[in-house]
């Protein structure tokens, strides 16, 4: 999946769904909502290009793009708003 328009739409379409969700369903200031939407964008835009690798024993290996969300996600959930 690389292609170029494909990868855009769905960097877009992350953006605007986390900043939708965090400004007007979560009440978020707007700051948090900005840093939110580049966040998920940037994750959105490297997951289409990034698939899991299989290494030799058969198990998949995760992506760098899906860590860096988990990792993203986790230390949000902790801090709180």
């Known amino acids: 999946m690389k292609n170029w328009r494909y990868i855009a739409m769905h960097?877009?379409?992350?953006?605007?769904?986390?900043f939708l969700l965090q400004r007007y369903a979560l009440s978020a200031s707007l700051e948090s909502s900005l840093l939110w939407a580049l966040t998920f964008?940037?994750?959105?835009a490297g997951s289409p290009t990034c698939s899991p690798i299989?290494?030799?024993?058969g198990s998949l290996q995760k992506c760098s793009t899906t860590r860096i969300a988990s990792s993203v996600i986790s230390t949000a959930s902790r801090t709180g708003p």
């Open 11 to 18: 960097t877009v379409a992350a953006a605007a769904f986390i």
């Open 54 to 57: 299989a290494d030799p024993e």
């Open 41 to 44: 964008g940037g994750c959105a």
